[in-house]
C-alpha cells in the first residue's frame, strides 16, 4: 500500500500497517511514502494512530478518484501523533490534514482541488489546511500572480 521510510531504509507497508520487507533497488518504488516516523516509532498496534489515519487517507485515494487518487499522493508524513502533512506529486505545496475525520477529510479536499483546479489557482496556493477548524478549509495563496 505504501512506502514506509524508517532511518534505516525504506520498507514496504502492507494496509494494516506492518512494514514487512525493506525495499531493494531496483524494485518497484511507485508508492506514497509515509515519513516522520523511525523504526522504534512505528506502532506495534496500528489502531487509533496517526499511521491509521494515514493508511485510511490512502484506502479512499486508492478508490478511483479522478480528483484525487492514489498516483497522486508524494508523501504522508507524520509528526508526532497530532499532525499528518499531505504532499501531491504534481504540487509543491503542503495540505495539513490534521488527525481524525479522515473520509470526510478526503472528500472535501478532493472538491477543494477541483475548485482550485477550475479556477486556476494551483499555481498560487501555498497551502491548504484541512484541520483549521472543524468543518472549514483554509487555503493560502501566494502573493504571485
Known sequence: ?????????????????????????????????ISGLDRESWPKEVKGTSLADALDF???AGRGSTILPLQNVSE????????????????????????????TKYYRLAKVL???YKRK???NTAYIRMDYTPNKVLVGFSGAG
Do not use: C, W
Request: proline share 6%.
Open 1 to 33: 500500500m505504501a512506502i514506509a521510510s524508517l532511518g534505516e531504509g525504506l520498507f514496504y507497508v502492507d494496509r494494516h500497517g506492518v512494514a514487512f520487507a525493506q525495499v531493494l533497488p531496483p524494485e518497484e518504488m511507485d508508492y506514497p511514502v
Open 58 to 60: 490512502l484506502k479512499y
Open 76 to 103: 504522508i508524513h507524520l509528526q508526532g501523533e497530532e499532525e499528518l502533512t499531505l504532499f501531491l506529486v504534481d504540487r509543491p505545496f503542503a495540505i495539513h490534514l490534521g488527525r481524525g475525520n479522515i473520509r
Open 114 to 116: 477541483y475548485r482550485l
Open 121 to 123: 489557482e494551483f499555481d
